[in-house]
């Protein structure tokens, strides 16, 4: 019999490709849904990118509700605790993120104690380490965290730093710390599984679709959903991994070096090559919430020094230019741009 892996937030991006791996692993996959009428289209999308999915389930779980997640954990050997909002447009209340993040991580990790579940993978993020920090020019390790009161702290940095330290928190006072296993990666890009691009594949239409003029200077870690997903799974029987938080960036990239990378894969796109100037972002985001929610992305780009991902991996992370063209020839043969 496979080993069971009770994987929160299959829908999304990244929980579809940790899925596939999985299942490409041979693990039995039970994942969760909060909207069970999305099964079948799950199924679907893993079954065309080649999944054996006679050994793929759901089960409908809520990430505010208590209902469920102790049958869900019946039988189970493992937890991805994948799910969780991401956003590039923050809500005007910053609840709306924080609080599924906070109390959903907690009622996964404390379903999975109860089960005595042998090891915990959370989805965590590069959020939760790169703001609040004295010294924009040091690079970044897992033993940095973000400031959850920096005024730096977008509600979706908080809620992933939150939610992070409440996993902690909670395997420390039950003496099993070092059963978690925490991924935090950057923006993620890659091939996509269904025709919703999720956030992440947003910023590829938007550079794709012609219609900015220029581009603002953002800078952002970047990784490559394939290689965040196959750590997902490494980290589940690694011994290396319990305990430990793992970087996931390819590299920091500005939207313009972004753009470079898809120019010459795409010429016939009428792919932006102005930037702005960091003075009209600047001034421009006294008046626009999403982009003022941003603005920490501007100026100088932050740097991680990431050792862990690569060396468990055993090869390079794949490039974001790779990354980049992957979501970007997704997006084209999909028709979504």
Known sequence: MPDTVLLTGISGFLGGHVALALL????????SLRDMSRAEAVRASLARAGADIARLDFVALDLLSDAGWAEAMA????????ASPFVLSIPADPQALIA????????????ALAANVERIVLTSSIAAIQYGHPDPARPLTEADWTDPQSPRANAYARSKTL?????????????????????????????LLDDDPGTSALLIRRLLDGRLPALPPLHLGCADVRDVAAL????????????????????????PDIAAMLRPAFPERSIPRRTLPLWLVRLAALFDADLRANIEETG??????PTRAAARLGRPLISTAEAARATAHSLIARALV
């Open 100 to 111: 599924p993040a906070v109390e959903g991580t907690s009622r996964a990790i404390r379903a």
């Open 300 to 305: 100088a780009p932050k740097r991680f020094a």
């Open 232 to 255: 997902h799974v490494a980290a589940m029987t690694d011994p290396a991994a319990g305990g430990e938080r793992c970087i996931v960036a390819e590299g920091t990239y500005g939207l």
């Open 75 to 82: 039988g189970v050997r493992f937890l991805q605790h994948t």
């Open 24 to 31: 490409r692993e041979g693990y039995a996959v039970r994942g």
């Open 163 to 191: 939610a992070e330290r409440e996993a902690w928190a909670l395997m420390a006072a039950a003496g099993r710390t070092r059963d978690l296993a925490v991924l935090n990666p950057a923006v993620l890009f890659g091939p």
